[in-house]
């Protein structure tokens, strides 16, 4: 793949966050890392894979950890997807896997995406995004997930868990030429520090809000659902029901 320098800096390229355990899907997780679990038929990571090409990004890097090698069928499949070891996965926190990544994603327009998402419309990655921002849904009353608190201009104060009447976090995310880098800085500052092992790189965004610029995107909950228990896998495809029970009793 040859980009030339000025190309570089204004093609989208995308970051697939791959490295967890996955220990509230066991046991499907035992052999099989969650982003490569099907639902429907197609594994996780695969459909948010078809969202970004949808949108004509074909740089994507995968950043993978718990049973790793198993990626590698992605990189066989998709031309110009890279698989990119997160060695640290198991000891720091998610924090590891967006460090991993920050030479590549300094001074570029960015995707930062879980891999564990259910993308049931892909065109939702074709929104005109015109800035930085967190693709979210709106949920009334209250909710103890990752939430985004904005001021009366729409951008972000607040990247949290907990808030009533707010946009939650969905798992996508956008960055801008100018907030990649400072995303980046702002990680390679931080990784090392003492309580970095226990850090989400959300964290790190909102620690770094008064230089960052990021409002929410609206997307609907039919459009995408971030499964992370055998529960919520089954809630939408109900061929995994069989699998309760057994999870109870791991």
Not at 23 to 32: A, E, F, S, V
Not at 99 to 128: H, M, N, Q, W
Not at 214 to 223: C, F
């Amino acid at each position: 793949m040859s980009i030339s320098g000025k190309d570089k800096k204004h093609t989208e390229t995308a970051v697939l966050m791959a490295a967890g355990l996955g220990q509230r899907m066991r046991p499907l997780t035992c052999d099989t890392p969650k982003p490569l679990i099907r639902v429907f038929g197609t594994p996780m990571a695969e459909t948010v894979i078809a969202g970004l090409k949808k949108r004509g990004i074909d740089e994507i890097y995968v950043v993978t950890g718990y049973l790793g090698e198993q990626f590698s069928s992605l990189a066989s499949r998709y031309p110009g997807l890279v698989l990119v070891k997160n060695s640290e996965y198991e000891r720091v926190n998610n924090i590891s896997s967006v460090r991993a990544v920050t030479d590549i994603i300094r001074g570029r327009k960015v995707f930062i995406c879980e891999a564990d998402l259910y993308v049931s419309d892909p065109l939702l990655f074709c929104a005109d995004l015109s800035g930085s921002c967190y693709f979210g849904r709106y949920t009334a009353g209250h909710s103890d997930d990752w939430v985004f608190d904005t001021d009366e201009n729409g951008f972000i104060t607040r990247v949290g868990k907990g808030g009533d009447d707010r946009y939650n976090m969905c798992g996508i995310s956008y960055f801008t030429e100018k907030d990649s880098s400072i995303l980046a800085d702002a990680i390679e500052e931080r990784f090392g520090r003492p309580g970095y092992e226990e850090l989400f790189w959300d964290e790190v965004v909102n620690d770094n809000l008064d230089k960052l610029r990021l409002t929410v995107h609206p997307v609907e909950s039919d459009q995408i659902t971030e499964i992370d228990s055998v529960d919520e896998l089954a809630a939408v495809d109900e061929s995994y029901k069989k699998y309760i029970s057994v999870q109870t009793e791991v």
